[in-house]
Protein backbone atom coordinates (compact mmCIF):
# COMPACT_ATOMS: atom_id res chain seq x y z
CA UNK A 1 0.00 0.00 0.00
CA UNK A 2 1.08 3.55 -0.74
CA UNK A 3 -0.08 6.17 1.66
CA UNK A 4 1.39 8.62 0.16
CA UNK A 5 -0.18 8.78 -3.08
CA UNK A 6 -2.87 11.40 -2.57
CA UNK A 7 -6.64 10.25 -2.63
CA UNK A 8 -7.14 10.83 -5.76
CA UNK A 9 -8.76 9.14 -8.88
CA UNK A 10 -4.83 6.95 -9.81
CA UNK A 11 -3.30 9.00 -7.04
CA UNK A 12 -2.64 11.44 -9.10
CA UNK A 13 -1.61 15.15 -7.80
CA UNK A 14 -4.76 17.29 -7.78
CA UNK A 15 -5.16 19.60 -10.06
CA UNK A 16 -6.77 23.32 -10.52
CA UNK A 17 -10.43 23.14 -12.30
CA UNK A 18 -8.87 25.07 -15.45
CA UNK A 19 -6.57 22.46 -16.32
CA UNK A 20 -9.08 19.78 -15.79
CA UNK A 21 -10.65 18.31 -18.78
CA UNK A 22 -11.67 15.33 -17.12
CA UNK A 23 -13.62 15.35 -13.81
CA UNK A 24 -14.15 12.01 -11.43
CA UNK A 25 -17.14 13.01 -9.65
CA UNK A 26 -17.91 10.33 -6.82
CA UNK A 27 -21.22 10.50 -5.38
CA UNK A 28 -22.07 8.44 -2.52
CA UNK A 29 -25.45 8.02 -2.58
CA UNK A 30 -27.68 5.28 -1.41
CA UNK A 31 -31.17 5.24 -0.12
CA UNK A 32 -33.40 2.63 -2.30
CA UNK A 33 -30.92 -0.57 -2.98
CA UNK A 34 -33.30 -3.19 -2.81
CA UNK A 35 -31.27 -6.08 -2.12
CA UNK A 36 -27.52 -6.17 -1.09
CA UNK A 37 -26.38 -3.07 0.65
CA UNK A 38 -23.43 -0.97 0.16
CA UNK A 39 -23.35 1.02 -2.65
CA UNK A 40 -22.61 4.16 -0.73
CA UNK A 41 -19.10 3.10 0.06
CA UNK A 42 -18.46 2.44 -4.35
CA UNK A 43 -16.67 5.43 -4.77
CA UNK A 44 -14.32 5.41 -2.22
CA UNK A 45 -13.55 1.84 -2.78
CA UNK A 46 -12.95 3.13 -6.55
CA UNK A 47 -10.53 5.59 -5.69
CA UNK A 48 -8.87 3.76 -3.51
CA UNK A 49 -7.99 0.93 -6.29
CA UNK A 50 -7.70 3.27 -8.79
CA UNK A 51 -4.36 4.70 -6.81
CA UNK A 52 -3.01 0.91 -7.62
CA UNK A 53 -3.53 0.93 -11.35
CA UNK A 54 -0.61 1.35 -13.94
CA UNK A 55 -1.31 4.98 -15.21
CA UNK A 56 0.47 3.91 -18.51
CA UNK A 57 -2.72 2.38 -20.54
CA UNK A 58 -1.59 -0.78 -22.53
CA UNK A 59 -4.57 -0.90 -25.00
CA UNK A 60 -3.81 2.77 -26.20
CA UNK A 61 -0.50 2.87 -25.74
CA UNK A 62 -0.91 6.34 -24.02
CA UNK A 63 -0.69 8.07 -20.32
CA UNK A 64 -4.93 9.54 -20.18
CA UNK A 65 -3.86 11.32 -16.64
CA UNK A 66 -1.97 13.29 -18.31
CA UNK A 67 -4.94 15.08 -19.87
CA UNK A 68 -6.38 16.69 -16.58
CA UNK A 69 -8.22 14.27 -14.38
CA UNK A 70 -9.41 15.94 -11.36
CA UNK A 71 -11.43 14.20 -8.64
CA UNK A 72 -13.35 16.67 -6.50
CA UNK A 73 -14.56 16.28 -2.78
CA UNK A 74 -17.78 13.75 -2.86
CA UNK A 75 -20.94 14.79 -2.88
CA UNK A 76 -22.53 14.77 0.37
CA UNK A 77 -26.20 12.84 0.57
CA UNK A 78 -29.20 14.70 1.78
CA UNK A 79 -30.58 12.22 3.64
CA UNK A 80 -34.41 13.69 4.58
CA UNK A 81 -35.35 14.07 0.45
CA UNK A 82 -34.48 12.02 -2.39
CA UNK A 83 -35.27 14.94 -4.49
CA UNK A 84 -33.33 17.42 -2.74
CA UNK A 85 -30.20 14.87 -3.55
CA UNK A 86 -31.16 14.87 -7.33
CA UNK A 87 -30.95 18.65 -7.76
CA UNK A 88 -27.71 18.81 -5.83
CA UNK A 89 -26.14 16.71 -7.90
CA UNK A 90 -27.41 18.33 -10.84
CA UNK A 91 -26.45 21.81 -9.48
CA UNK A 92 -22.24 20.12 -8.79
CA UNK A 93 -22.29 18.39 -12.39
CA UNK A 94 -23.54 21.62 -14.40
CA UNK A 95 -20.12 23.52 -12.67
CA UNK A 96 -18.00 20.88 -14.27
CA UNK A 97 -19.90 20.86 -17.41
CA UNK A 98 -19.93 24.44 -17.99
CA UNK A 99 -16.16 24.40 -18.00
CA UNK A 100 -16.54 21.57 -21.05
CA UNK A 101 -15.04 18.84 -18.95
CA UNK A 102 -16.00 15.60 -19.19
CA UNK A 103 -18.02 14.11 -16.10
CA UNK A 104 -17.60 10.62 -15.18
CA UNK A 105 -19.58 9.96 -12.06
CA UNK A 106 -18.84 7.24 -9.74
CA UNK A 107 -22.20 5.95 -7.82
CA UNK A 108 -23.99 5.20 -5.42
CA UNK A 109 -26.89 3.88 -6.71
CA UNK A 110 -28.61 3.98 -10.23
CA UNK A 111 -31.23 6.71 -9.41
CA UNK A 112 -28.38 9.41 -9.82
CA UNK A 113 -27.72 8.72 -13.34
CA UNK A 114 -31.17 11.25 -13.79
CA UNK A 115 -30.53 14.30 -13.08
CA UNK A 116 -26.59 13.76 -14.72
CA UNK A 117 -28.61 13.27 -17.72
CA UNK A 118 -30.86 16.03 -17.14
CA UNK A 119 -27.92 18.17 -17.00
CA UNK A 120 -26.20 16.61 -20.40
CA UNK A 121 -28.96 17.19 -22.17
CA UNK A 122 -29.30 20.79 -21.33
CA UNK A 123 -25.76 21.27 -23.27
CA UNK A 124 -26.62 18.60 -25.76
CA UNK A 125 -30.61 18.40 -26.87
CA UNK A 126 -29.74 14.97 -28.95
CA UNK A 127 -28.68 13.68 -25.79
CA UNK A 128 -28.48 9.87 -26.36
CA UNK A 129 -27.67 6.89 -23.71
CA UNK A 130 -25.77 4.08 -23.73
CA UNK A 131 -26.84 1.43 -21.21
CA UNK A 132 -25.16 -1.17 -19.52
CA UNK A 133 -27.27 -2.98 -17.17
CA UNK A 134 -28.72 -6.51 -16.15
CA UNK A 135 -31.96 -4.54 -14.96
CA UNK A 136 -34.36 -2.66 -17.21
CA UNK A 137 -34.83 -0.23 -14.99
CA UNK A 138 -38.26 0.91 -16.49
CA UNK A 139 -40.68 0.94 -13.14
CA UNK A 140 -43.08 3.69 -13.55
CA UNK A 141 -41.88 3.61 -9.53
CA UNK A 142 -40.97 1.44 -6.84
CA UNK A 143 -41.44 1.17 -2.98
CA UNK A 144 -43.34 4.36 -3.62
CA UNK A 145 -40.49 6.68 -4.92
CA UNK A 146 -39.51 7.87 -8.82
CA UNK A 147 -36.40 8.48 -8.01
CA UNK A 148 -35.45 4.82 -7.09
CA UNK A 149 -32.88 2.70 -9.04
CA UNK A 150 -35.27 0.99 -10.61
CA UNK A 151 -37.16 3.42 -12.10
CA UNK A 152 -34.37 5.40 -13.38
CA UNK A 153 -34.40 4.57 -17.45
CA UNK A 154 -38.47 5.30 -16.96
CA UNK A 155 -37.85 9.10 -15.90
CA UNK A 156 -34.94 8.91 -18.76
CA UNK A 157 -36.88 7.99 -21.46
CA UNK A 158 -39.81 10.24 -20.01
CA UNK A 159 -37.40 13.37 -20.99
CA UNK A 160 -37.23 12.58 -24.60
CA UNK A 161 -33.59 10.70 -24.67
CA UNK A 162 -33.10 7.65 -26.94
CA UNK A 163 -31.99 4.57 -24.63
CA UNK A 164 -29.95 1.71 -25.89
CA UNK A 165 -29.90 -0.86 -23.28
CA UNK A 166 -27.20 -3.80 -23.30
CA UNK A 167 -26.88 -6.88 -20.78
CA UNK A 168 -30.46 -7.13 -19.48
CA UNK A 169 -31.33 -10.26 -17.94
CA UNK A 170 -34.01 -9.22 -15.23
CA UNK A 171 -37.22 -7.49 -16.20
CA UNK A 172 -40.60 -7.23 -14.84
CA UNK A 173 -44.05 -7.97 -16.98
CA UNK A 174 -44.94 -4.74 -16.70
CA UNK A 175 -42.09 -3.16 -18.00
CA UNK A 176 -42.08 -5.92 -21.13
CA UNK A 177 -45.60 -4.46 -21.41
CA UNK A 178 -44.83 -1.18 -21.29
CA UNK A 179 -42.15 -1.40 -23.77
CA UNK A 180 -44.79 -1.69 -26.77
CA UNK A 181 -45.25 2.08 -26.15
CA UNK A 182 -41.40 3.22 -25.01
CA UNK A 183 -40.74 3.99 -28.78
CA UNK A 184 -37.36 5.42 -27.49
CA UNK A 185 -36.00 2.74 -25.57
CA UNK A 186 -34.25 -0.17 -27.22
CA UNK A 187 -33.42 -3.05 -25.14
CA UNK A 188 -31.38 -5.92 -26.12
CA UNK A 189 -31.45 -8.93 -24.41
CA UNK A 190 -28.51 -10.72 -22.32
CA UNK A 191 -29.05 -13.94 -24.03
CA UNK A 192 -29.39 -11.45 -27.53
CA UNK A 193 -26.11 -9.97 -27.26
CA UNK A 194 -24.45 -13.93 -26.63
CA UNK A 195 -26.01 -14.66 -29.95
CA UNK A 196 -24.63 -11.73 -32.23
CA UNK A 197 -21.07 -10.27 -32.64
CA UNK A 198 -21.57 -8.30 -29.64
CA UNK A 199 -18.51 -5.74 -29.75
CA UNK A 200 -19.14 -4.72 -33.37
CA UNK A 201 -23.45 -4.00 -32.33
CA UNK A 202 -21.20 -1.18 -31.04
CA UNK A 203 -20.73 0.58 -34.72
CA UNK A 204 -24.27 0.34 -35.82
CA UNK A 205 -25.92 2.70 -32.92
CA UNK A 206 -26.89 6.09 -34.30
CA UNK A 207 -25.38 9.20 -35.06
CA UNK A 208 -25.28 11.73 -31.66
CA UNK A 209 -23.76 13.01 -28.75
CA UNK A 210 -24.26 9.97 -26.31
CA UNK A 211 -24.25 9.68 -22.43
CA UNK A 212 -23.17 6.29 -21.35
CA UNK A 213 -24.50 4.72 -18.07
CA UNK A 214 -22.45 1.29 -16.75
CA UNK A 215 -24.93 -0.49 -13.62
CA UNK A 216 -21.56 -2.61 -12.74
CA UNK A 217 -24.13 -5.58 -13.13
CA UNK A 218 -24.07 -5.72 -16.22
CA UNK A 219 -20.86 -7.90 -15.82
CA UNK A 220 -21.64 -11.85 -14.88
CA UNK A 221 -21.31 -12.18 -11.32
CA UNK A 222 -18.05 -13.97 -11.56
CA UNK A 223 -16.08 -11.33 -12.03
CA UNK A 224 -18.22 -8.43 -10.49
CA UNK A 225 -19.56 -10.53 -7.28
CA UNK A 226 -19.57 -7.03 -5.34
CA UNK A 227 -23.04 -5.49 -6.60
CA UNK A 228 -26.94 -4.93 -5.14
CA UNK A 229 -28.23 -7.77 -7.28
CA UNK A 230 -25.83 -9.95 -9.11
CA UNK A 231 -27.47 -11.94 -12.03
CA UNK A 232 -25.82 -14.53 -13.33
CA UNK A 233 -25.37 -14.62 -17.24
CA UNK A 234 -23.17 -11.46 -17.90
CA UNK A 235 -21.18 -10.12 -19.71
CA UNK A 236 -17.24 -10.75 -19.93
CA UNK A 237 -14.49 -8.07 -19.43
CA UNK A 238 -13.65 -8.10 -23.31
CA UNK A 239 -17.52 -7.79 -24.12
CA UNK A 240 -17.63 -4.93 -22.25
CA UNK A 241 -14.33 -2.79 -23.08
CA UNK A 242 -14.48 -4.47 -26.49
CA UNK A 243 -17.84 -2.73 -27.32
CA UNK A 244 -16.88 0.29 -25.50
CA UNK A 245 -13.88 0.74 -27.42
CA UNK A 246 -15.90 -0.02 -30.71
CA UNK A 247 -18.58 2.41 -29.87
CA UNK A 248 -16.04 5.49 -28.83
CA UNK A 249 -13.98 5.29 -31.97
CA UNK A 250 -17.69 5.69 -34.21
CA UNK A 251 -19.73 8.14 -31.70
CA UNK A 252 -19.13 11.03 -30.00
CA UNK A 253 -19.38 10.77 -26.15
CA UNK A 254 -20.45 13.91 -23.45
CA UNK A 255 -20.69 12.13 -20.32
CA UNK A 256 -20.66 8.99 -18.24
CA UNK A 257 -20.99 7.37 -14.89
CA UNK A 258 -20.67 4.10 -13.11
CA UNK A 259 -22.97 2.94 -10.45
CA UNK A 260 -24.00 -0.05 -8.00
CA UNK A 261 -20.67 -1.06 -6.91
CA UNK A 262 -21.32 -2.41 -3.68
CA UNK A 263 -17.71 -3.26 -2.18
CA UNK A 264 -16.81 -6.24 0.05
CA UNK A 265 -13.57 -5.94 2.37
CA UNK A 266 -12.55 -9.14 1.18
CA UNK A 267 -12.89 -9.14 -2.69
CA UNK A 268 -11.04 -6.01 -3.90
CA UNK A 269 -11.51 -7.10 -7.49
CA UNK A 270 -14.86 -6.19 -8.63
CA UNK A 271 -13.40 -2.18 -7.26
CA UNK A 272 -10.27 -2.95 -9.18
CA UNK A 273 -12.06 -3.99 -12.35
CA UNK A 274 -14.68 -0.49 -11.72
CA UNK A 275 -11.35 1.42 -11.58
CA UNK A 276 -9.80 0.25 -14.48
CA UNK A 277 -13.25 0.30 -16.64
CA UNK A 278 -13.15 3.93 -15.87
CA UNK A 279 -9.55 4.74 -16.52
CA UNK A 280 -10.44 2.44 -20.15
CA UNK A 281 -13.10 4.80 -21.41
CA UNK A 282 -10.92 8.17 -20.50
CA UNK A 283 -8.00 6.41 -22.68
CA UNK A 284 -10.68 5.80 -25.56
CA UNK A 285 -12.37 8.96 -25.13
CA UNK A 286 -8.59 10.79 -25.33
CA UNK A 287 -7.46 8.72 -28.43
CA UNK A 288 -10.62 9.46 -30.05
CA UNK A 289 -9.77 13.47 -29.66
CA UNK A 290 -6.24 13.15 -30.31
CA UNK A 291 -6.53 11.31 -33.57
MN1 LIG B 1 -28.88 -3.06 -12.42
Redesign the pocket.
Known amino acids: MNDALPYTFGGIKQIPLSRAKFVILPVPYESTVSFKPGTRFGPEAIIFSSRFMELYEEETHSEPYLEGILTPGEIVQEIDSAGKMMKKIQNTARKFVEKNCFVFTLGGE?SISFPLVKEHQKKYPDLKILHF???A?LRIQYEGSKFS?ASVMRRISEIGCEIYSFGIR?ISKDEVEDLKKLNNVHIHFAHECRNHDFVNMAKTLPQGNYYISI?I??FDPCFVPD???P?PGGFSWYEVTGFLKNFIKTHNVVGADLV?LAPSHHYCASAFLAAKLVYKVIAYITNRRNS
Open positions: HDAHDHSDDCTGTEE
